[in-house]
């Protein structure tokens, strides 16, 4: 059984970082995309960034490209989020996500309705 494991998160002030994480278990092969979705109170949930394992391209959403950072090791199995210049409207609950047995990350490949499996949620607030 695929499972997706997260960490970090957390509570910081407006222009602070915080990092994520997200190990795969149950899928060996590169051939898969992982990343992040964001849902906040009230709103739908949207891609943030994702990295493909077997490398390429990455992706970022307009609202945190030049200020988040997605990162793989495929050895570990494993992706990590460094979110910098962190705003009050980057409150949300994160969702670590992965779409299997694909060729790549680009935008239109990120999306929920493409994603296999989900992790359980990390909480990021930002006071102002």
């Known amino acids: 059984q695929v499972q997706l494991v997260e960490s970090g998160g957390g509570s910081v002030q407006t222009g602070g970082s915080l990092t994520l994480s997200c190990v795969i278990s149950?899928?060996?092969?590169?051939?898969?995309?992982m990343g992040w979705f964001r849902q906040a109170p009230g709103k739908e949930r949207e891609g943030v960034a994702a990295?493909?394992?077997?490398?390429?391209?990455?992706y970022y959403s307009d609202a945190v490209k030049g200020r988040f950072t997605i990162s793989k090791d495929y050895v570990k199995h494993s992706v990590y989020l460094q979110m910098n210049s962190l705003k009050p409207e980057d409150t949300a609950t994160y969702y670590c996500?992965?779409?299997?047995?694909?060729?790549?990350?680009?935008?239109?490949?990120?999306?929920?309705?493409?994603?296999?499996?989900w992790g359980k949620g990390s909480q990021v607030i930002i006071s102002s």
């Open positions: 149950g899928y060996t092969y590169d051939s898969v995309c």
């Open positions: 990295a493909y394992l077997g490398g390429g391209p990455l």
């Open positions: 996500a992965a779409v299997l047995d694909t060729m790549g990350c680009s935008g239109g490949n990120w999306r929920e309705s493409k994603v296999d499996t």
